[in-house]
């Protein structure tokens, strides 16, 4: 039976452990005591162990809340694409989005092609590769921006809108290539990328209306002024 020193360590530790919000450690920390025993660790490496435990535990726990507030629209990710049933698409460039790169450089990406490529899916793999690695990030249909953006200018709240939206460092806005707008909403929908130029990225996938998807330009776009500085991956 355990000692009475021992449940009072027991009680102490769990305790600590719950005031100081470390949920895995205390979780584990018997298992790993356990562990650490039989594998004859040294005390650093057994704090090594609790340390890591923690760690990997607070971030499956962060990206678990940043996917959730993301609003996704599926549960798709990148590694759920199948190359087979459309071998046109470029597996390195999508794998290369999916490393997140274009984050560290402020780089705005649209991606263009014909319905049913996966574009969207792609966007979404994306956004989870971003949650994952500690982003936050925000999913949205482009009408329900603009929309939510002409409601809120309408009642005073538009600069806190752009503000908040401004902070976010990953913006996908997904089937703008559908969106028909007036000149109040299309100057609205300019004044977050124009916040968000080189400051924070965006996304955007786009049905093309050329079959092909590859002869694609923002010039083409009627929101030119807002696209330009955007990359374009294509994917046919």
């Not at 009475?4 to 027991?10: D, L, Q």
């Not at 999508?94 to 574009?119: A, C, T, W, Y």
Request: charged share 25%; proline share 4%; glycine share 4%.
């Amino acid at each position: 039976m355990p000692s009475e020193t021992s449940a009072v360590n027991a009680a102490y530790i769990e305790a600590r452990m719950k005031q100081f919000k470390l949920v895995d450690m205390r979780e584990q920390y018997q298992e790993l005591i356990r562990v650490a025993s039989e594998q004859s660790m040294t005390y650093e490496d057994f704090l090594i162990m609790l340390l890591q435990a923690e760690e990997t535990g607070k971030k499956r726990r962060q990206a678990e809340r940043l996917t959730d507030a993301a609003n996704f629209d599926s549960d798709k990710r990148l590694s759920d694409i199948d190359y087979r049933f459309n071998p046109n698409l470029d597996a390195d460039k999508i794998q290369s989005l999916g490393r997140l790169e274009f984050m560290d450089n402020h780089e705005n990406i649209i991606i263009i092609g014909p319905p049913g490529v996966g574009k969207s899916m792609i966007a979404t793999g994306i956004g989870r590769n971003a949650c994952e690695a500690g982003y936050k990030v925000l999913f949205v249909n482009a009408k329900e921006l603009v929309d939510q953006l002409y409601e809120d200018m309408q009642k005073g709240y538009l600069k806190e809108t752009l503000k908040q939206i401004s902070k976010i460092p990953l913006l996908i806005i997904d089937e703008l290539s559908y969106l028909k707008m007036d000149k109040e909403r299309e100057s609205l929908f300019f004044q977050i990328i124009r916040q968000r130029y080189e400051k924070a990225p965006s996304l955007s996938p786009q049905t093309c209306p050329w079959a092909d998807g590859m002869n694609y330009s923002p010039a083409s776009w009627p929101l030119q002024r807002s696209l330009t500085a955007w990359s374009i991956i294509a994917m046919s």
